[in-house]
């Protein structure tokens, strides 16, 4: 490896890894960074712990997005240079306005309707609208991939030979619309039943089992993947940057459209989240805590596949056949990879579900809110989940309908909702009245004022810039 790739992997492992287990470490004993105190949930419904809370935020953000769309963007746009690109648009964009919509959410005690409406009246509540039926839509697309992967695993258990056919496997696989959408049918009806459980006794509970084995089941990967003869040359494809390629403004709007999916900026996934946030919280470092560690479980997941795919010399510019005909050849090549690529399949079902349980809080949520239809939870939840299914059909059936509404609900949803929160609350509401009165008190760092010109006129230009971007890419 030449010695840049070297110096890339030591400053990923040292600031996102070590950063990641510091940051953690510090949040599990849950304690208030400001006074000291004992963070306790007053509301009937809230997170148990300040771990609690990240670790089901973390899990939010780390999705099938982060474990299958974070690789095929960086293999599309240039390995080392797409992940700078993540990261520099990570910390510069994403962090004050996850600062600021995690405190949006704590602020009014609501979902997406009633935060609106309570922030900008009608203009908010119909945001709020489009945010919450904007998750629907991705809760309803999100399990068709998830209904691959259970499938794969069935498979794998089966002993189904890849090496030879892979391409084959997977044309048969997705070909079987039927059994795909009644596994879908189910996986949102798992999620769903978690979800009605609400926050504490659903969401927190299994996030708490489900991040810790993903990790764990991530690591095993990596380990066995930097096993592979050879395995050095596609390390430097995936950490040594393409400097030319950091001169492209697509590349960097694809990293700005790949970060806010990630940590779920902008539809309302951080702020349904912090409506369940003590107040106490120092919820300012503990969103540091989030994209820290979100960050490096992408850096893992890209380091489980873009390596070893670019090492067999298979195409990484596949698309999803990179997880689902590129990956299953490389394991079939190497000794024990049926027990690994199940194990991949597996931390991406786990990955898939935490994930998917912020989206249905997410559709719930404006239902429950007074301002919207003032359900109860189990009832906003069937509704949804009514929703959910119906939508699936075409999503299900359709691969070119499938790719539309990914586009326009994963992407440009995204923007169109991050802009218009970022115009409420550094504009209307004001960035400095936000930092200063909303997570400043409880935060461990004083954070200046150059947070406020950030916010106002650096996140929300680019977010303008990037819904553009967004738009323009339908036509």
Known sequence: MSGITIVMLIVYAVVFGGG?????????????NTKGEIVENKQSDGFGSRIGFILSTIGMAVG??????????????????????????????????????????????????????????????????????DQVAVWAYYPAIMAIVICYIFKSFGGIDYASNAEAVYETTNDNR???YLIVVAVLAVVALIGARGIQNGIEKVCKVLLPLLFIILVVLIVRVCMIP?????????????????????????????????????PGCLLVYGRYVDDKQDVATDFITVNVVQLFICLLSGFVIIPAVATFGLDPLMGKGVMFVALPKVFATIPGG???????????????????????????????????????RKKATMV????????????????????????????????ICALGLAIILAWKIGAKKVREEWYLPTSAIKWGSWVDFLYKYVVVIALGYFTITAVLSLF
């Open 230 to 266: 050879g395995i050095a040359t596609g390390i430097e494809f995936y950490l040594k940057p393409d400097w030319a390629q950091l001169a492209n403004p697509q590349m960097w709007a694809a990293a700005a459209g790949m970060a806010l999916f990630a940590v779920g900026l902008g």
């Open 178 to 180: 039927l059994v795909i």
């Open 64 to 133: 099938v997005g982060a474990m299958w769309r974070f690789p095929m963007m960086c293999a599309q746009w240039g390995g080392g240079a797409f992940v700078l690109a993540f990261i520099t648009v990570c910390v510069v964009i994403v962090i004050p306005a996850g600062w600021a919509e995690i405190a949006y959410g704590r602020h009014f005690r609501k979902g997406t309707v009633g935060c609106g409406a309570d922030a900008a009246g009608k203009p908010g509540k119909l945001l709020g609208w489009f945010m919450s039926l």
């Open 20 to 32: 990641s287990i510091f940051l953690v470490a510090k949040s599990m004993s849950k304690k208030n």
């Open 384 to 415: 949804c989940y009514v929703i959910a299914i119906l939508v699936a059909i075409p999503c299900v059936w359709n691969d070119a309908f499938f790719a539309v509404f990914d586009n326009v609900f994963g992407n440009i949803g995204y923007c």
């Open 338 to 376: 049926a027990f690994f690529l199940i194990l991949f399949f597996v931390a991406l079902l786990f990955a898939g579900i935490s994930s998917s349980l912020n989206q249905v809080e997410i559709a719930t949520s404006a239902f429950m809110d007074k301002e919207g239809f003032g359900m109860s």
